[in-house]
């Protein structure tokens, strides 16, 4: 099935697919759908996948920048980036969201006027539980994501930060 399917039909084969292996990518869903991975996340279960307006970009990171760990990850056709620790504040400036903070290994700029969409996502991730938010283009493309910390040596969700996300998704699940 295609983009170009009736979207209920598309939306209920999406689900139907988590069900029996919530662990799968959103990468693979939307290469097997002709889609990008930003069209997929609104045929999630509202359970699984919340929208935050992307006008609320700056309180979003506000309060994500708060967080005791996170990891954030930026993926290419070539590689994918991990980085843990905690996300810097940042500040708007030409253009862009720079991300500049002395000791934060996380830096960089964000083309924000590309953001077309944000997605609070609460899917298994190789068999464990996640909880992450993703930013994607306006043509649904990813442009990073950010996952709630783990602990460095049991590898469990941080349950501050797990409390932290599962209070933002109540509050934009409320929106929807």
């Known amino acids: 099935m295609s983009m170009t399917s009736k979207p209920e039909a598309l939306q209920d084969e999406i689900r139907a697919l988590v069900e029996k292996n919530p662990s799968t990518t ?3 869903l939307a290469h097997d759908h002709g889609l990008e991975e930003g069209q997929i996340m609104p045929l999630l279960s509202p ?3 919340v929208a935050v ?4 970009f700056m309180d979003l990171w506000k309060e994500i920048s708060q967080w005791k760990r996170i990891t954030f990850i930026a993926i290419n056709d070539g590689m994918v980036v991990e980085v ?3 996300l810097p504040q940042g500040s708007s400036g030409h253009g862009m969201f720079n ?3 002395a000791d934060n290994p996380i830096g960089g700029h964000i083309f924000i006027n590309k953001l077309g969409s944000i997605w ?3 899917k298994p991730h190789f068999g464990v539980e996640s909880h992450s938010v993703h930013y994607f283009t306006r043509e649904g493309k990813p442009m ?3 996952y709630v910390g783990r602990d460095t040596e049991t590898r469990q969700l941080l349950e501050e930060v797990k409390n932290d996300f599962l209070t933002l998704k109540a509050k934009y699940g409320d929106h929807s």
């Open 120 to 122: 609070l996502l609460s």
């Open 47 to 49: 359970e699984m996948a």
């Open 84 to 86: 843990k620790g905690t």
């Open 144 to 146: 990073f994501a950010i």
């Open 26 to 28: 959103l990468s693979k």
């Open 99 to 101: 991300l500049h903070e």
């Open 53 to 56: 307006p992307a006008d609320h």
